[in-house]
Protein backbone atom coordinates (compact mmCIF):
# COMPACT_ATOMS: atom_id res chain seq x y z
CA UNK A 1 0.00 0.00 0.00
CA UNK A 2 1.77 3.32 -0.96
CA UNK A 3 0.74 6.38 1.01
CA UNK A 4 -1.55 7.75 -1.21
CA UNK A 5 -3.56 4.02 -0.25
CA UNK A 6 -2.99 4.62 2.82
CA UNK A 7 -4.45 8.20 3.58
CA UNK A 8 -7.12 7.08 1.39
CA UNK A 9 -8.09 4.43 3.86
CA UNK A 10 -7.04 6.99 6.84
CA UNK A 11 -9.92 9.26 5.39
CA UNK A 12 -12.23 6.43 4.72
CA UNK A 13 -12.40 5.53 8.55
CA UNK A 14 -12.95 9.15 9.36
CA UNK A 15 -16.03 8.84 6.98
CA UNK A 16 -17.35 5.88 8.91
CA UNK A 17 -17.04 7.49 11.91
CA UNK A 18 -18.38 10.07 11.06
CA UNK A 19 -21.29 8.40 9.95
CA UNK A 20 -21.89 6.38 13.00
CA UNK A 21 -21.19 9.39 15.52
CA UNK A 22 -24.54 11.13 13.75
CA UNK A 23 -26.41 8.80 15.68
CA UNK A 24 -24.10 8.10 18.37
CA UNK A 25 -22.67 9.25 21.69
CA UNK A 26 -18.21 9.23 21.75
CA UNK A 27 -19.46 6.78 24.85
CA UNK A 28 -21.36 4.14 22.73
CA UNK A 29 -19.25 4.50 19.41
CA UNK A 30 -16.80 3.70 22.12
CA UNK A 31 -18.44 0.66 22.97
CA UNK A 32 -18.88 -0.15 19.47
CA UNK A 33 -15.66 0.12 18.26
CA UNK A 34 -13.53 -0.97 21.09
CA UNK A 35 -11.87 2.74 20.62
CA UNK A 36 -11.02 5.19 23.32
CA UNK A 37 -13.82 8.08 22.87
CA UNK A 38 -11.38 10.55 23.67
CA UNK A 39 -9.72 9.31 20.26
CA UNK A 40 -12.77 9.18 18.54
CA UNK A 41 -13.25 12.85 19.58
CA UNK A 42 -9.82 14.07 17.24
CA UNK A 43 -10.74 12.08 14.49
CA UNK A 44 -14.23 12.98 13.95
CA UNK A 45 -13.57 16.66 14.29
CA UNK A 46 -10.35 15.58 11.79
CA UNK A 47 -7.88 17.10 14.60
CA UNK A 48 -5.90 13.81 13.92
CA UNK A 49 -6.14 10.91 11.65
CA UNK A 50 -6.21 6.63 12.75
CA UNK A 51 -2.97 4.97 11.76
CA UNK A 52 -3.61 3.03 9.01
CA UNK A 53 -4.04 -0.59 10.83
CA UNK A 54 -6.60 1.18 13.02
CA UNK A 55 -8.06 2.30 10.24
CA UNK A 56 -8.64 -0.91 8.57
CA UNK A 57 -10.52 -2.27 11.25
CA UNK A 58 -12.88 0.46 11.02
CA UNK A 59 -13.21 0.17 7.39
CA UNK A 60 -13.55 -3.28 7.30
CA UNK A 61 -15.20 -4.10 10.47
CA UNK A 62 -17.00 -1.68 12.36
CA UNK A 63 -18.17 0.21 8.65
CA UNK A 64 -18.95 -3.47 7.28
CA UNK A 65 -21.62 -4.21 10.29
CA UNK A 66 -22.59 -0.92 10.41
CA UNK A 67 -23.35 -0.51 6.84
CA UNK A 68 -25.27 -3.66 6.94
CA UNK A 69 -27.59 -2.62 9.37
CA UNK A 70 -28.05 0.69 7.13
CA UNK A 71 -29.09 -1.12 4.40
CA UNK A 72 -31.42 -3.81 6.64
CA UNK A 73 -33.21 -0.49 7.90
CA UNK A 74 -33.58 0.96 4.75
CA UNK A 75 -34.88 -2.20 2.82
CA UNK A 76 -38.59 -2.98 2.70
CA UNK A 77 -39.45 -7.09 1.62
CA UNK A 78 -43.14 -7.52 0.40
CA UNK A 79 -44.89 -10.49 1.19
CA UNK A 80 -44.49 -12.04 -2.61
CA UNK A 81 -40.71 -11.92 -1.70
CA UNK A 82 -39.80 -8.65 -3.89
CA UNK A 83 -37.40 -5.95 -2.65
CA UNK A 84 -37.68 -2.30 -2.81
CA UNK A 85 -33.87 -1.15 -2.57
CA UNK A 86 -34.88 2.53 -4.03
CA UNK A 87 -33.99 4.16 -0.38
CA UNK A 88 -30.09 2.32 -1.07
CA UNK A 89 -29.80 2.64 -4.63
CA UNK A 90 -31.22 6.25 -4.58
CA UNK A 91 -28.74 7.68 -2.07
CA UNK A 92 -25.45 8.23 -3.70
CA UNK A 93 -23.32 9.40 -0.36
CA UNK A 94 -24.35 5.87 1.07
CA UNK A 95 -23.11 3.78 -1.63
CA UNK A 96 -19.83 6.28 -1.56
CA UNK A 97 -19.51 5.21 1.50
CA UNK A 98 -20.34 1.56 0.59
CA UNK A 99 -17.79 1.51 -1.85
CA UNK A 100 -14.37 1.18 0.50
CA UNK A 101 -15.88 -0.72 3.44
CA UNK A 102 -16.83 -3.40 0.30
CA UNK A 103 -13.18 -3.05 -0.88
CA UNK A 104 -11.73 -4.04 2.48
CA UNK A 105 -14.28 -6.01 4.11
CA UNK A 106 -13.75 -8.38 0.75
CA UNK A 107 -10.11 -7.96 -0.33
CA UNK A 108 -11.16 -7.02 -3.69
CA UNK A 109 -8.08 -6.58 -6.58
CA UNK A 110 -8.45 -3.59 -7.78
CA UNK A 111 -10.30 -3.77 -11.15
CA UNK A 112 -9.43 -2.00 -14.54
CA UNK A 113 -13.53 -1.94 -14.91
CA UNK A 114 -16.59 -2.31 -12.45
CA UNK A 115 -19.31 -3.68 -15.34
CA UNK A 116 -23.18 -4.12 -13.81
CA UNK A 117 -26.44 -4.22 -15.75
CA UNK A 118 -28.70 -1.22 -16.18
CA UNK A 119 -30.69 -0.28 -14.35
CA UNK A 120 -30.74 -0.14 -10.68
CA UNK A 121 -26.87 -1.13 -10.20
CA UNK A 122 -25.51 1.93 -12.18
CA UNK A 123 -25.20 3.98 -8.64
CA UNK A 124 -23.18 1.40 -7.32
CA UNK A 125 -21.23 0.49 -9.72
CA UNK A 126 -19.90 4.47 -10.34
CA UNK A 127 -19.29 4.43 -6.57
CA UNK A 128 -17.08 1.35 -6.80
CA UNK A 129 -15.51 2.57 -9.95
CA UNK A 130 -15.00 5.84 -8.65
CA UNK A 131 -13.33 4.01 -5.30
CA UNK A 132 -11.05 2.01 -7.16
CA UNK A 133 -10.03 4.53 -10.35
CA UNK A 134 -11.83 2.26 -12.74
CA UNK A 135 -13.69 2.69 -15.62
CA UNK A 136 -17.57 1.72 -15.06
CA UNK A 137 -19.68 -0.12 -17.66
CA UNK A 138 -23.43 -1.45 -17.87
CA UNK A 139 -24.82 -4.14 -20.39
CA UNK A 140 -27.94 -3.39 -21.21
CA UNK A 141 -31.43 -5.40 -22.67
CA UNK A 142 -31.17 -3.58 -26.41
CA UNK A 143 -28.46 -2.41 -28.30
CA UNK A 144 -27.39 0.69 -28.52
CA UNK A 145 -28.23 2.86 -32.01
CA UNK A 146 -24.55 4.16 -32.95
CA UNK A 147 -22.48 1.23 -31.15
CA UNK A 148 -21.77 -1.20 -33.95
CA UNK A 149 -19.93 -4.11 -32.25
CA UNK A 150 -21.13 -5.82 -29.17
CA UNK A 151 -20.57 -8.33 -26.75
CA UNK A 152 -23.78 -10.09 -26.51
CA UNK A 153 -24.82 -12.91 -23.38
CA UNK A 154 -28.10 -14.95 -23.45
CA UNK A 155 -29.57 -17.46 -21.29
CA UNK A 156 -33.19 -19.05 -20.70
CA UNK A 157 -34.49 -18.40 -17.42
CA UNK A 158 -36.26 -21.18 -15.70
CA UNK A 159 -39.53 -19.29 -16.09
CA UNK A 160 -39.06 -19.77 -19.74
CA UNK A 161 -38.25 -16.31 -20.62
CA UNK A 162 -34.85 -15.64 -22.74
CA UNK A 163 -32.95 -12.72 -21.39
CA UNK A 164 -30.08 -11.24 -23.57
CA UNK A 165 -27.89 -8.47 -22.25
CA UNK A 166 -25.78 -6.31 -24.87
CA UNK A 167 -22.80 -4.83 -23.75
CA UNK A 168 -20.57 -2.26 -26.53
CA UNK A 169 -17.13 -4.15 -27.49
CA UNK A 170 -15.06 -1.77 -26.13
CA UNK A 171 -16.25 -1.33 -22.90
CA UNK A 172 -13.92 -4.05 -21.82
CA UNK A 173 -10.10 -4.81 -23.15
CA UNK A 174 -8.77 -8.48 -23.42
CA UNK A 175 -6.56 -8.97 -20.43
CA UNK A 176 -8.85 -6.44 -18.42
CA UNK A 177 -9.67 -7.12 -14.72
CA UNK A 178 -13.54 -6.89 -14.19
CA UNK A 179 -15.17 -6.61 -10.89
CA UNK A 180 -19.09 -7.48 -11.37
CA UNK A 181 -21.49 -5.63 -8.99
CA UNK A 182 -25.40 -5.52 -8.84
CA UNK A 183 -27.79 -4.02 -5.90
CA UNK A 184 -29.21 -7.66 -5.86
CA UNK A 185 -28.42 -10.96 -6.32
CA UNK A 186 -30.85 -13.73 -5.70
CA UNK A 187 -31.17 -16.33 -8.29
CA UNK A 188 -27.35 -15.64 -9.93
CA UNK A 189 -28.88 -15.48 -13.41
CA UNK A 190 -28.12 -11.76 -14.12
CA UNK A 191 -24.63 -12.28 -12.45
CA UNK A 192 -24.05 -14.99 -14.84
CA UNK A 193 -24.48 -13.28 -17.87
CA UNK A 194 -22.43 -10.73 -16.80
CA UNK A 195 -19.72 -12.89 -15.82
CA UNK A 196 -20.45 -14.56 -19.29
CA UNK A 197 -19.97 -11.10 -21.15
CA UNK A 198 -16.57 -10.51 -19.17
CA UNK A 199 -15.61 -14.03 -20.60
CA UNK A 200 -16.08 -13.52 -23.71
CA UNK A 201 -14.43 -10.09 -23.84
CA UNK A 202 -11.03 -12.05 -22.63
CA UNK A 203 -11.10 -10.56 -19.29
CA UNK A 204 -10.13 -11.71 -16.00
CA UNK A 205 -12.97 -11.47 -13.24
CA UNK A 206 -11.64 -9.88 -9.97
CA UNK A 207 -14.92 -10.33 -7.85
CA UNK A 208 -18.91 -10.97 -7.43
CA UNK A 209 -20.18 -7.81 -4.98
CA UNK A 210 -23.65 -7.54 -4.19
CA UNK A 211 -25.41 -4.99 -2.01
CA UNK A 212 -27.91 -7.84 -1.44
CA UNK A 213 -27.73 -11.12 -1.26
CA UNK A 214 -31.30 -12.82 -0.96
CA UNK A 215 -31.15 -16.43 -0.26
CA UNK A 216 -27.98 -18.63 -0.78
CA UNK A 217 -28.66 -19.32 -4.45
CA UNK A 218 -27.46 -16.91 -6.07
CA UNK A 219 -24.23 -16.54 -4.25
CA UNK A 220 -23.74 -20.23 -4.82
CA UNK A 221 -23.92 -20.09 -8.52
CA UNK A 222 -21.36 -16.91 -8.46
CA UNK A 223 -18.77 -18.67 -6.08
CA UNK A 224 -18.66 -21.70 -8.26
CA UNK A 225 -18.11 -19.75 -11.50
CA UNK A 226 -15.35 -17.66 -10.15
CA UNK A 227 -12.12 -18.04 -8.81
CA UNK A 228 -12.67 -14.49 -7.12
CA UNK A 229 -13.73 -13.47 -4.01
CA UNK A 230 -17.58 -13.14 -3.85
CA UNK A 231 -20.00 -11.08 -1.48
CA UNK A 232 -23.03 -8.97 -0.31
CA UNK A 233 -23.06 -6.48 1.92
CA UNK A 234 -26.48 -7.67 3.60
CA UNK A 235 -28.27 -11.05 3.50
CA UNK A 236 -32.09 -11.84 3.64
CA UNK A 237 -33.39 -15.26 3.71
Do not use: C
Not at 97 to 105: C, D, I, Q, R, T
Amino acid sequence: MNRAEKAALQLQAVDVLRTLKETRTYDELAAETGLPAGDLNRYVNGHVLPGVERAKDVVGGVGREMLAEELAARIQLDRDGYVDNSQVVFDQALLDLVAPVAAEAFAFERPDVVLTAATDGITLAAAMASHFGATVAYAKKSKETAVEEFIESRQRLESGIELTYYLPARAIDTGDTVLVVDDLIRSGETQELLLDIAERAGAEVGGVFALIGVGDEGMRRAEQRVDAPVGALTRLE
